[in-house]
């Protein structure tokens, strides 16, 4: 069985091909709408990258159709059994991975308020899939499903009962189908039932979140209403008093749109020293960098305690992200003066080995390559043999 999963960012387009269930070809677009657009594609030993300028995501979707057609990867998307496509916010709506058709799309649409920015993207790929290929299943995976097991303690705001029953205020959580992934993947690794293991996953790339696994099933997660709560991310500033906000617009009279453009997409990392890439970051002598990176390894390593808290006994914490796979010294900080019975294991952690604890810790730290595309591919196969 042949499925294709899109993953429609902001800005980004990524679309897999998968053959059971192996990923056969893998395309990335980036910046799309800029002059830097780039098509980034990986089949069997072949890795290719076309600097083209690339309007919007209906181009980008053609332009791997060309490609799948000229390397003769697929003929035509007729020829798939699914398209799985990833959507950001299912709401309370979505709690499973969904056969898409007109009522899944007007609620999908009915949820686009809660996340105008991804679901917008999101939608917009779904569509045009539909109307590139009308006959096949399409299936839509969520990212806020994986986290709505957690119970009412982990998702409500300590605010009045008509705020969340009314206005649906509550945390959803985000990155479901990474930590997801991580989880099981770490399992595996581990041989063991993941009904029988308490893990902690850190999705830690542009946006980041943690969280707390039980038995395969999110009982916590850092991002909360909207992906801004949480640990300090790369443009996000992550947890902050709510009264700062407040401050903001009475004091400095600034509007809630400036606000909201300040706290997602101008502060963390950016907001500190000025870029969110945490290879300059590192490299950087700068006072202001080497703060940056000691209040993001701080901010992850309240929320690790905080979960090994709430978990009671923990057995696994999983690395995954592009910050999370390749930075060993942020790694290293977050575990400086833990013990708890970890021993973190520092030439295991500088090889960027798949276990970076010694044998004998308590607690076994892996690194593992996420992959939200796999795991979306994963729901759809579900689908398709039930
Ligand atoms: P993601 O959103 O998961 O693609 O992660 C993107 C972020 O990963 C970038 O903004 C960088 O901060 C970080 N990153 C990527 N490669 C490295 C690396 N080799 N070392 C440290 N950080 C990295």
């Not at 056969?99 to 009915?110: F, L, Y």
């Not at 801004?228 to 992550?238: D, H, K, S, W």
């Not at 790694?331 to 013990?339: D, V």
């Amino acid at each position: 069985m042949k499925i294709a999963v899109v993953n429609s960012g902001s800005s980004s387009l990524k679309f897999k091909l998968f053959e059971a269930k192996d990923a056969l070809a893998h395309f990335v677009v980036e910046n799309i709408g800029k002059a830097d657009a780039k098509i980034i594609f990986a089949f069997r030993e072949k890795k290719v990258a076309i600097s083209k300028i690339v309007a919007n995501h209906c181009e980008a979707l053609k332009e791997i159709v060309e490609l799948l057609k000229e390397y003769e990867i697929l003929a035509d998307f007729s020829h798939l059994d699914a398209i799985g496509h990833r959507v950001v916010h299912g709401g309370e709506a979505f709690v499973d991975a969904t056969v898409i058709d007109d009522e899944a799309i007007k609620k999908i649409e009915s949820l686009k308020h809660l996340d105008p920015l991804h679901n917008e993207a999101n939608l917009e790929g779904i569509l045009l899939a539909l109307k590139m290929a009308p006959l096949v299943k399409q299936i839509a995976v969520f990212d806020t499903a994986f986290h709505s097991k957690m119970p009412k303690e982990a998702y409500l705001y300590a605010l009045e009962a008509k705020y969340y029953e009314n206005y649906g205020i509550r945390r959803y959580g985000f990155h479901g189908s990474s930590h997801s992934y991580l989880a099981k993947a770490c399992a595996n690794e581990l041989q063991k039932d993941i009904r029988e293991l308490n893990i902690i996953t850190l999705h830690l790339g542009n946006g980041s979140s943690v969280c707390a696994v039980q038995g395969g099933v999110s009982i916590d997660t850092s991002m909360g209403f909207t992906p801004l709560e949480g640990v300090i991310m790369g443009t996000r500033c992550g947890d902050i008093d709510a009264g700062v906000v407040f401050y903001m617009q009475r004091e400095l009279g600034l509007s809630v749109d400036e606000t909201d453009e300040i706290l997602n997409t101008r502060s963390g990392l950016f907001g500190l020293c000025g870029t969110n890439d945490v290879r300059e970051i590192s490299a950087s002598g700068d006072a202001n960098a080497k703060l940056a990176l000691d209040m993001l390894s701080r901010s992850i390593k309240k929320y690790i305690g905080a979960y090994m808290a709430l978990l009671g006994r923990v057995d696994a914490i999983v690395f995954g992200g592009g910050i999370g796979e390749n930075s060993a010294i942020l790694r290293k900080m977050i575990f400086e003066n833990i013990n708890f019975g970890i021993l973190f294991d520092d030439d295991a952690n500088e090889d960027s080995r798949k276990i970076i604890s010694k044998a004998d810790s308590k607690i076994d730290i892996m690194v593992i390559k996420t992959d939200e595309e796999q795991e979306i591919a994963n729901e759809c196969y579900k689908i398709l043999e039930s």
